[in-house]
Nanobody, 125 residues
Framework: QVQLVESGGGLVQAGGSLRLSCAAS????????VGWFRQAPGKEREFVAA????????DYADSVKGRFTISRDNAKNTVYLQMNSLKPEDTAVYYC??????????????????WGQGTQVTVSS
């Protein structure tokens, strides 16, 4: 049974930092590319960042570029999202997803085969 479990969310003041983790089990983790998405109340789930199966390639939404960093540790079956300089507009539930076949179309949520349950990030002003 495939499981993706996000953790590390919480409440932080604007300008602060959080590190999210996505721990995977039940799949050949180093075969999958992993993406982070977020969904604010009343909005569509949107792409945040993605990383290739070996960490050699990454992609970021313009809204987070320069503030967020995605990384992975295949020995621990875990992907991380380091979020710095957080803004109130970053408030959302953050989800990780796993997809095959490279980073092509990594920004499309329907490309992802597996999803976690999400972790809440709240940034106060």
């Amino acid at each position: 049974q495939v499981q993706l479990v996000e953790s590390g969310g919480g409440l932080v003041q604007a300008g602060g930092s959080l590190r999210l983790s996505c721990a995977a089990s039940g799949l050949t983790f180093n075969a999958y590319n992993v993406g982070w998405f977020r969904q604010a109340p009343g909005k569509e789930r949107e792409f945040v960042a993605a990383i290739s199966w070996n960490g050699g390639a990454t992609d970021y939404a313009d809204s987070v570029k320069g503030r967020f960093t995605i990384s992975r540790d295949n020995a621990k079956n875990t992907v991380y999202l380091q979020m710095n300089s957080l803004k109130p507009e970053d408030t959302a539930v953050y989800y990780c997803g796993a997809k095959l076949y490279g980073l092509a179309a990594a920004r499309a949520k329907n490309e992802y085969r597996h999803w976690g349950q999400g972790t809440q990030v709240t940034v106060s002003s």
